[in-house]
């Protein structure tokens, strides 16, 4: 048991390092990975990533079972038997090595993620530059250009039409200027007629009063 867990150890440790370091069997391991992870692949390695997982777990469960059969009475340790002290090393041994295991497994396939993830950010950034280049010929410049002289008249005729409507509001602002001071000009006329109807009146009441003053001194 003991040596399996030590080769599957070295060989994770050897896939980590060729996952690290470029070089034509990094693209095989990727490929082998790739491959592991389609299709029932994931089931399996969850399986027995489980499974290490409860041995694990048993393993480390054992070890404290005879650390505590150890412990004497009143607390305090006492020395185990030989038979013990080789099973406590044993399995002590084994649960450092699945756990070191399932840790190199973690590595694996986080390193797996990180470098599809980087090669599909250098695919992108390499089509955004062909795209740049593509840009750059001389058929999407003339397009530009011409786009760019449409904007050109665009402008021209909003500047056009801006300062034709600049125009017609000085216009209207000359014309309601007249129509305010012809409208003063009509009330300053008014206010002049009511004085004088005012004063007409006046006079007409004055010569009325005049009138009958004068023809009641001829009755008497």
């Not at 080769?7 to 491959?35: C, N, Q, W, Y």
């Not at 048993?58 to 009143?74: A, F, M, N, P, V």
């Not at 090669?119 to 058929?139: F, H, I, Q, S, W």
């Not at 409208?183 to 009146?201: M, P, T, V």
């Amino acid at each position: 048991m003991i040596h399996l867990l030590y080769t599957v150890i070295f060989g994770e440790a050897a896939m980590i390092m060729l996952l690290l370091f470029k070089s034509p069997l990094r693209k095989l391991v990727i490929a082998v990975l790739d491959k592991i992870k389609r299709g029932r692949g994931p089931i399996v390695v969850k399986t027995v990533s489980a499974t290490i997982s409860i041995f694990f777990i048993s393993t480390l469960y054992s070890t404290l079972k005879i650390q505590r059969r150890g412990i004497g009475e009143d607390g305090a340790p006492d020395a185990l038997n030989p038979t013990d002290q080789v099973l406590f090393s044993k399995h002590l041994l084994e649960a450092s090595l699945m756990g070191f295991i399932l840790f190199l497994s973690l590595m694996i396939d986080r390193l797996h993620h990180y470098i599809r993830e980087l090669r599909l950010r250098r695919k992108t950034m390499e089509a955004v530059k062909k795209n740049d280049v593509k840009c750059a010929g001389p058929e999407e410049i003339k397009a530009r250009e011409q786009q760019v002289e449409t904007f050109k008249a665009m402008i021209r005729q909003l500047e056009s039409d801006l300062e034709s409507k600049v125009k017609e509001a000085s216009t209207s602002e000359a014309t309601v200027e007249a129509l305010r001071k012809q409208s003063e000009g009509l009330l300053l006329e008014y206010d002049r007629l009511l004085a004088e109807n005012q004063e007409f009146r006046n006079q007409l009441h004055t010569l009325d009063r005049r009138n009958s003053f004068s023809s009641g001194k001829k009755d008497s």
